[in-house]
T-cell receptor, first 112, second 111 residues
Framework: NAGVTQTPKFQVLKTGQSMTLQCAQD?????MSWYRQDPGMGLRLIHY???????DQGEVPNGYNVSRSTTEDFPLRLLSAAPSQTSVYFC???????????FGPGTRLLVL | SQELEQSPQSLIVQEGKNLTINCTSSKTLYGLYWYKQKYGEGLIFLMM?????EEKSHEKITAKLDEKKQQSSLHITASQPSHAGIYLC???????????FGTGTRLKVLA
């Protein structure tokens, strides 16, 4: 099992561009989530999903969209990138909500 | 809303020394997770604590959750350079399944 995978590893965008960060898991995780990590701010929850077709907002959802059409995939879309979205993004999966989360390797995003 | 505060923010110790990292919650903890993050990499799960008074160990790392379930400590015995990294505590925000994290403790171990 590959666990939780994320692509790309690095990305540079110009302000106003859109893009999708990919997250996939092959461990049948019911719960999946997206975080951003910024210096001095720790990890902040963007969106999460408790199952296919079910998503909800986290602490910092503005400027991001998610969907969960399958159990395996949980992409994060940046609608119109802004410099404030420069960050490291982590996807995580958990067998069920309330259980341990397992993190992907992260995507470093720079918005110019 | 619930917040997690970690202390210290950073720590430099000599190899072989013991150290403790604390994580204090503003509300009762429903589940407390400890992770380690190497610089520039993802988070590695260390331990999960749920019950007040619970203590778990893995190799030279021991984590405890106090009886009132509002504070956890992570203790490393006889530290090694391989223990260096960022240690983060995380929790299920008052049972909402919206996880929160502390800002992390940066540990450096001098050989």
């Amino acid at each position: 099992n590959a666990g939780v995978t994320q692509t790309p590893k690095f990305q540079v965008l110009k302000t106003g561009q859109s893009m999708t960060l990919q997250c996939a898991q092959d461990m049948n995780h019911e719960y999946m989530s997206w975080y951003r990590q910024d210096p001095g701010m720790g990890l902040r929850l963007i969106h999460y999903s408790v199952g296919a077709g079910i998503t909800d907002q986290g602490e910092v959802p503005n400027g991001y969209n998610v969907s969960r059409s399958t159990t395996e995939d949980f992409p994060l879309r940046l609608l119109s990138a802004a410099p404030s979205q420069t960050s490291v993004y982590f996807c995580a999966g958990s067998p069920r909500r309330g259980e341990t989360q397992y993190f992907g390797p992260g995507t470093r995003l720079l918005v110019l | 809303s619930q917040e997690l505060e970690q202390s210290p923010q950073s720590l430099i110790v000599q190899e072989g020394k013991n150290l403790t990292i604390n994580c204090t919650s503003s509300k009762t903890l429903y589940g407390l997770y400890w992770y380690k993050q190497k610089y520039g990499e993802g988070l590695i799960f260390l331990m999960m604590l749920q019950k007040g008074g619970e203590e778990k160990s893995h190799e030279k790392i021991t984590a405890k959750l106090d009886e009132k379930k509002q504070q956890s400590s992570l203790h490393i015995t006889a530290s090694q350079p391989s223990h260096a990294g960022i240690y983060l505590c995380g929790a299920d925000n008052t049972g909402t399944y919206k996880y929160i994290f502390g800002t992390g403790t940066r540990l450096k171990v001098l050989a």
